[in-house]
């Protein structure tokens, strides 16, 4: 198995595009980004020389995800925004706001959909396993939510080139 910075560094943009369509803010994306990473390291010596690790990776994402929904549902409402600092990880000079906010626009099914078929790189079957529901079921998920971006968002002809 390869030393554990080199799964960071061929995974950790993938892990924290898909991250940032999940939860949409930048700065709960990279918490949940780290959270990943912080988890996986505990994680990777026990993990089968077979695994696939990027299925592997963005399951850790996902549940890691849903941590930080849950957590900003008990959160006290903070009032004032601090400002928004861009992201050093990944490309921070292609992101798209409108792209990301369209992703954000769609229902959590979908969204999720979309970000770990497109995002993540992973088949339908993964998606239904770490979702729960069918493959079918996420692979029309994924097609209504690429339908609904291709409508909502201006420069829809790039979707495809996001991965």
């Known amino acids: 198995m390869p030393p554990f910075d080199e799964i960071v560094t061929e995974y950790g943009a993938m892990v924290l595009r898909v991250c940032r369509a999940v939860l949409?803010?930048?700065?709960?994306?990279?918490?949940?980004?780290?959270?990943t990473f912080l988890s996986a390291?505990?994680?990777y010596p026990g993990l089968p020389a077979d695994a696939n690790v990027e299925a592997w990776l963005v399951t850790i994402a996902h549940?890691?995800?849903i941590d930080v929904r849950r957590a900003e549902a008990r959160r006290a409402v903070v009032a004032g925004e601090p400002p928004d600092r861009p992201s050093t990880l990944g490309r921070p000079e292609?992101?798209?706001?409108?792209?990301?906010?369209?992703?954000?626009?769609?229902?959590?099914?979908?969204?999720?959909?979309?970000?770990?078929?497109?995002?993540g790189g992973l088949p339908y079957q993964e998606i239904?396993?770490?979702t729960g529901g069918t493959a079918d079921a996420a692979r029309r998920a994924a097609a209504d939510g690429v339908?609904?971006?291709r409508s909502t968002y201006p420069?829809?002809?790039?979707?495809r080139a996001v991965r």
């Open 24 to 35: 949409g803010g930048a700065a709960e994306a990279e918490d949940a980004w780290s959270e």
């Open 41 to 43: 390291l505990k994680a």
């Open 63 to 65: 549940r890691k995800a």
């Open 94 to 119: 292609d992101w798209d706001g409108d792209l990301w906010a369209a992703l954000g626009a769609l229902p959590d099914r979908q969204r999720t959909a979309v970000a770990y078929h497109y995002l």
């Open 128 to 130: 239904a396993a770490i």
């Open 147 to 149: 339908k609904k971006l």
């Open 155 to 159: 420069g829809s002809h790039r979707v």
